[in-house]
């Protein structure tokens, strides 16, 4: 896998690139957390992910690493924020192919009037070739992570 730069959170406001999706549910926002919690299951509900694997005995808390595996691409991932009932936010270390020269994934968790919001948002700089697609690909990733996010209520619903 090519390395990538790694970020901090304060990046996310000059990112080029950034697609999100949300869902209000029911569920607490502990509930919520949990699923995301549940590293191995992601593929159960997020879009497009055929196996997430945590790298070490840890499991929690910022300084996770995993790898998330994709048809035909893989990222490596290092957890930078891990608020329990919040907050997760995570940076690529490495990607496969080299598509993105940078990219933070952050999911925030808030109280709601009718339950729990949960917006999950990835933050991008795409590799110069890819620049062009990126009109075309934002519309398209924000329909998937409003299903992934769908599916994570649905689930932290006990649906």
Do not use: N
């Not at 790694?6 to 080029?16: F, G, S, T, V």
């Not at 869902?23 to 919690?37: G, K, M």
Request: proline residues 7%; charged residues 25%; hydrophobic residues 45%.
């Amino acid at each position: 896998m090519g390395t990538v730069a790694q970020k901090h959170l304060d990046w996310i406001e000059r990112a080029p690139v950034s697609f999100s999706g949300s869902v209000t549910t029911t569920a607490s926002p502990q509930a919520v957390f949990a699923i995301l919690a549940d590293h191995e299951r992601w593929p159960d509900w997020f879009p497009l992910l055929k196996k997430e694997e945590v790298l070490g005995p840890r499991r929690e808390g910022v300084g996770i690493r995993r790898v998330a595996t994709f048809p035909g691409a893989k990222i490596e991932e290092l957890f930078i924020v891990w608020e329990p009932g919040q907050r997760l936010a995570f940076t690529a270390t490495a990607v496969s192919p080299g598509i993105v020269r940078a990219l933070i994934d952050d999911c925030r968790i808030e109280a709601a009037p009718s339950g729990t919001r949960v917006t999950y948002t990835t933050y991008l700089e795409p590799v110069s070739v890819f620049r062009p697609l990126m009109g075309l690909m934002k519309g398209l990733m924000g329909k998937q992570l409003d299903k992934g996010m769908r599916a994570l209520a649905a689930r932290a619903e006990g649906r």
